[in-house]
């Protein structure tokens, strides 16, 4: 089982900042099979990035995913007040289980 | 648009079983797998079970195996998840998702239907 490790835990920023977000997973995997999701309070999880890089349709473009192997990193250029939320990382390496991280809640400073 | 509502949820004694329902509209059911993927109370997000297209293939989440059955009917544009032997750390609010074609990634997610496993 790939076990997906997200840091920090809280990242506590000011809109207008850039935010950058880590996803490291215990054994390698593609690119590919990797994703990003944003949950806000009381909502469902929202698909953003896939595939390591590629937004999801009427993501921002603010919104940016990049890394390979076993480190992946998410990037908010300029953080809207909206963007505040909690964000998790998900693998679908070759075969199941597919892991998520803990999550990375990003709080306004 | 893309819709995903589940239903079935409810509180329940451990040991017992329960069925959730997701009910599909606005995609090509048939062509698409499907997940589904649970949240603990305050907790992160736990992917629990997913089913391909057809029904054929089906993987569980090590803590569910053996005791949760995920099926589809593909006539019904419907998706289940048969729950049996629930414990208390079955309590979760349980989501169903859609899969994308060819990456299996959960493009589009239902609003949940919350499971209470208790005494």
């Not at chain 2, 509209?25 to 907790?43: E, N």
């Not at chain 2, 006539?75 to 609010?93: F, H, I, K, V, W």
Request: aromatic fraction near 12%; include cysteine.
């Amino acid at each position: 089982e790939i076990v997906l490790t997200q840091s920090p835990g809280t990242l506590s920023l000011s809109p207008g900042e850039r935010a950058t977000l880590s996803c490291r997973a215990s054994q390698s995997f593609s690119r590919f099979y990797l994703a990003w999701y944003q949950q806000k309070p009381g909502q469902a999880p929202r698909l953003l990035i896939y595939g390591a890089s590629s937004r999801a349709t009427g993501i921002p473009d603010r919104f940016s995913g990049s890394g390979s192997g076993t480190d992946f990193t998410l990037t908010i250029s300029r953080l809207e007040p909206e963007d505040f939320a909690v964000y998790y990382c998900q693998q679908y390496g070759s075969s199941p289980p597919y892991t998520f991280g803990q999550g990375t809640k990003l709080e306004i400073k | 648009q893309v819709q995903l509502v589940e239903s079935g949820g409810g509180v329940v004694q451990p040991g017992r079983s329960l069925r959730l329902s997701c009910a599909a509209s606005g995609f090509i059911f048939r062509s698409h797998s499907l997940h589904w993927v649970r949240q603990a109370p305050g907790k992160g997000l736990e992917w629990v079970a997913i089913t391909s297209y057809d029904d054929n293939d089906k993987s569980y989440a090590d803590s569910v195996k053996g005791r949760f059955t995920i099926s589809r009917d593909n006539s019904r544009n419907t998706l289940y998840l048969q729950m049996n032997g629930l414990t208390p750390e079955d309590t979760a609010l349980y989501y169903c998702a859609r899969g994308m074609m060819a990456t299996l990634m959960a493009d589009y997610w239902g609003q949940g239907t919350l499971v209470t496993v208790s005494s």
